[in-house]
């Protein structure tokens, strides 16, 4: 099957419909609503295209609000002014799954759709830098293991340099763009770098600490991860926290970290080898399926092997496939639209 082009210009008007509220939900309607995760957005943003342009269906309206506060929306109820799917660059919460079924969303298909991995990159005016997942945490963390008299301690984060942290570190600011509590690429970085490592660390008494320092440091840089590539382009001192598609998408601006030796690449994350690599997800409000006719349809496209598969268009994108067993459980759970339990998470 020939690829098919599709314009920017249908990207830029589902974003401007989002936002200006054009495109409600209503009990019977031909165009699919869409929220969440801005590492998802990519590649659904190229589906919808593709969805419109080869199917009698209006383009879906896709709206980057991130992960948590898409789940939020979409579990806000059944009907007119709630989504039919919501992007996850991370596995929904028992506790979100709960709140949808209070609400009256009782019907949702888990589809996980691909890997990714989280890099920490940076103009590629600089160096390449091999980081350890500690000396990650510890130039994020709030509070750090004191040193000298304060041996024993946890303390403010006193490092300001790379090179406090370890002398072999370069001898910068200590400034990093990334996503806001939102995010679900800011869940996963708490989970599989902060926790990880904290839990292993003496002072923190075996427990995951995750709090992010708020002296300047961290900057919050809001759910489009574009502006973070195009601060690194202007700042090239610091460094930012994003999914891995935006490095490919930014070949020859960006560089990535190595961390704990390993790079960020798809054969590393795929094998789970790249430290910070996570699953990326969409769910599907069953309950939406009869009254808006195209839903299914476009679930369909997306798993297919076109999409999703080796050599499948959003790989072009970034997105890392499944291995072939995975995906074919993934549109079998599609195929019979299977209802996500919370038992299950």
């Not at 292993?200 to 708020?214: P, V």
């Amino acid at each position: 099957m020939n690829r098919i082009l599709t314009s920017r210009t249908l990207k830029t008007t589902a974003i401007a419909a989002a936002v200006m509220g054009m495109a409600t939900v209503a009990h019977a309607r031909d165009q699919i609503r869409i929220v969440g995760s801005s590492t998802v957005y990519p590649f659904a943003s190229y589906v919808t295209e593709e969805f419109g342009a080869v199917t009698e269906f209006p383009t879906p309206v896709i709206e980057s609000t991130g992960s948590g506060g898409g789940i939020r929306l979409f579990c806000n109820g059944v009907g007119e002014g709630t989504p039919d799917i919501s992007n996850a660059s991370r596995r929904i919460k028992a506790a979100e799954l709960e709140r949808c079924i209070e609400n009256g969303v009782t019907d949702v298909t888990e589809v996980k759709i691909g890997s990714d991995g989280i890099v920490f990159a940076q103009s590629s005016t600089n160096e390449g830098v091999d980081l350890t997942l500690e000396q990650l945490f510890l130039a994020v963390a709030a509070k750090v293991p004191g040193q000298g008299d304060k041996q024993g301690e946890l303390v403010d984060n006193p490092y300001q340099k790379w090179s406090d942290i370890d002398a072999s570190l370069p001898e910068r600011e200590i400034s990093i763009y990334g996503p806001p509590s939102t995010s679900g690429t800011r869940d996963a970085f708490e989970e599989l770098v902060m926790e990880a490592v904290s839990e292993e660390i003496d002072g923190y008494g075996g427990e995951g600490y995750t709090d992010i320092r708020a002296d300047g440091a961290y900057i919050d840089a809001g759910e489009n991860d574009n502006l973070i590539v195009q601060r690194l382009t202007e700042d090239t001192g610091a460094f930012g926290i994003f999914g891995y598609s935006f490095l490919v998408e930014n070949p020859n601006a960006l560089i990535a970290a190595d961390i704990d030796g390993v790079e960020a690449e798809p054969e590393a994350i795929s094998a789970g080898d790249y430290p910070i690599a996570r699953s990326l997800f969409f769910y599907v409000k069953n309950q939406h399926a009869d009254a808006v006719p195209p839903l299914y349809e476009y679930v369909d496209m997306f798993v297919s092997e076109m999409m999703i598969g080796e050599g499948g268009y959003l790989g072009d994108l970034g997105l890392i496939p499944l291995p072939e067993g995975e995906r074919e459980q993934t549109r079998e759970k599609v195929a019979n639209r299977a209802a996500l339990q919370v038992a299950d998470l």
